[in-house]
């Protein structure tokens, strides 16, 4: 431990600290402070948009069931207690669904489609930053740790005068991982803490996700740590370890990442999501043509031992939407599932492929923990879709247990609307996500790096 503290305060004399410290801050503080500023319009917007809604869906006017079916409303899918430092596909998938009769309509209102340029370089966010950026500043710290020592002679002293290498290793290493704690894992502890609750997020829902959130962005900085650390073992000069050390973060942080992306579309294609909606528009077709209708009318007579429809206790149109929509529903659990099925097969073979990359694993793990992976999209997609049932159905049985014919007009009002409950949507919990896949891959890739630095101090030489 003293020979920890006595390299700590060498590092923390260290002029490349401070200005390496200082940019981190910088970049990581105006990345969140953006996204928090984006986060808190939002809520907003989001939150006045809702009551509105819910403000028209009960002010309509009196009309049949079926009608306010079709009237419709709009529901919000809430933002991921930690998207404000890793928004992950949320940009992407729209947080907005169309609630009405009939129709399984996307989700609208993409943000990406008004990100600024720095978002579309793949820097406009926290997450983005740690990803990137960071390892640079773990390489600028490690890649000196023994190589610019060997340059001076020093390394040849220590050792001569019996400092055992491991033991000096591993006072560096604690040194090192101690200031990217301070200027890393403090900073995204204490800010993305700060900023979440400022969202109204709870604290129990925040603090589970975010200290293991920060624990797995520094295990991945460790990792750049070790890395370089371990190069500057085996280099001859400084140059040549830091030339080295870059040249992995190029490979492993920008090229195997896009690679993996081709190698993933060529072994675990996706369902085309136009040929999904034309294999459903086309069973529809064949389910509501005029025969198929007459067919089902006179099955319904025939159940109750009747010819004339104005002799049924029920209303035969109402029982036959609902009929209708009972199949449909079977159609588009079917289809869709079997779409959504394949995109998170894909996700999840993407995810494997961070045995290539260390930052492929910790953006799986990263999205996973602070609940914005695609795995929450669709189970978002699912609840708008059930509520969406949910108000048809009640429209439809109160068709049923109100039989029109000749002159009699049903018409339903208020207290019918308020019958449909609010659309409450809640993230799926931590215990559910897909997190053990990544973060195993990442606790291999921290094993592997160790296993080599291992190797390496056992054959340095001065």
């Known amino acids: 431990m003293r020979l920890v503290r006595a390299e700590l305060g060498q590092l923390l004399r260290d002029a490349r600290l401070r200005w390496i410290g200082a940019v981190l801050v910088v970049l990581l503080g105006v990345a969140l402070a953006g996204a928090w500023r984006q986060a808190v319009r939002d809520a907003g917007d989001v939150r006045a948009i809702a009551q509105a809604e819910r403000g028209r869906w009960l002010g309509q006017d009196a009309k049949n069931p079926h009608s306010a079916d079709h009237y419709g409303l709009w529901v919000f899918k809430p933002s991921a207690p930690l998207a404000i430092l890793d928004p992950g596909i949320e940009p992407y998938t729209g947080r907005m669904v169309r609630i009405e009769a009939h129709l399984f309509n996307d989700a609208v209102f993409r943000a990406v489609q008004d990100a600024n340029p720095l978002a579309r370089a793949g820097l406009g ?43 000096l290793f591993m006072a560096r290493l604690g040194a090192l991982l101690a200031a990217l704690a301070l200027l890393v894992g403090l900073p995204l502890l204490v800010l993305g803490g700060l900023a979440a609750v400022s969202l ?135 289809a869709f599932g079997a779409f959504f099925d394949s995109l998170l097969r894909q996700e999840r073979a993407y995810a494997w492929t961070g045995l290539l990359s260390p930052r492929i694993a910790l953006q799986a793990l990263s999205a996973a923990l602070a609940g914005t992976d695609f795995a929450q999209h669709v189970r978002f997609v699912w609840a708008a879709e059930h509520y969406r049932r949910g108000i048809s159905r009640r429209m439809n049985q109160a068709i049923i247990d109100n039989p029109q014919g000749g002159e009699r007009r049903y018409t339903a009002d208020h207290d019918l609307w308020e019958t449909v409950p609010p659309f409450d949507h809640g993230p799926m919990p931590l215990a559910d996500a897909a997190w053990a896949v990544p973060l195993a891959i990442l606790a291999t890739w921290l094993a592997v790096l160790g296993g080599a630095a291992v190797l390496a101090v056992r054959r340095l030489t001065p």
Not at 227 to 243: F, I, K, N, V
Not at 269 to 293: D, M
């Open 125 to 167: 966010s926290v997450a983005d930053i740690v990803q990137l950026i960071v390892p640079l500043a773990a390489i600028l710290l490690g890649f000196s740790a023994f190589a610019a020592d060997r340059e001076r002679g020093t390394l040849r002293l220590a050792l001569g005068n019996g400092a055992a290498p491991g033991r």
């Open 200 to 334: 109204d997020a709870p604290g129990w829902e925040v603090w589970p996700r975010l200290v293991p959130w920060v624990a797995a962005q520094l295990t991945y900085a460790a990792l750049f740590l070790v890395l370089a650390m371990t190069l500057s073992l085996t280099a001859r000069t400084a140059r040549s370890a830091l030339a080295a050390s870059l040249l992995a973060w190029v490979l492993v942080c920008v090229a195997a990442p896009r690679l993996a992306t081709v190698a993933v579309d060529a072994t675990t294609p996706a369902l085309s999501y136009g040929e999904t909606r034309a294999r459903i528009e086309e069973t529809f077709r064949g389910h509501r043509t005029a025969e198929a209708n007459d067919d089902r009318a006179k099955a319904v007579l025939a159940r109750y031992g009747v010819t004339d429809p104005d002799a049924l206790p029920v209303d035969l149109r109402g029982l036959m939407m609902s009929e209708n929509e009972q199949h449909n529903f079977a159609v588009l659990d079917a």
